[in-house]
């Protein structure tokens, strides 16, 4: 969590390499323990910061990468690609390579 916070409050653009960093550093983890805690790091900031707050776009991007990070397993497994593990995300990308070029 505290890897997505500090990617997700670095500005102007730290945010865009996000999942692609955590499925690099952790690809062993869980898929969903990526969503996990790019959730709760939007929650956080969303805690921290005021409405108003320009910190407050780094939990909306966060919420969006979350969603569209469900999608992609979502995908993968109505496909019936492995989705289990962070790492399996990669395979997905050559197919759908939103999060490898972001």
């Known amino acids: 969590m505290q890897f997505a916070i500090e990617r997700l409050l670095d500005a102007p653009d730290g945010w865009r390499a996000l999942v692609r960093d955590m499925v690099g550093r952790w690809p062993e983890a869980p898929a969903g323990a990526l969503i996990l805690a790019i959730v709760t790091a939007s929650a956080e900031i969303e805690a921290m910061f005021g409405p108003g707050s320009p910190a407050r776009d780094g939990a909306e991007r966060g919420w969006r990468l979350a969603g569209l990070l469900g ?32």
């Open 71 to 102: 999608v992609d397993l979502h995908v993968m497994a109505t496909v019936g690609m492995a989705h289990g593990r962070a790492g399996d995300l990669a395979d997905y990308w050559r197919i759908d390579p939103y999060f490898r070029d972001l």
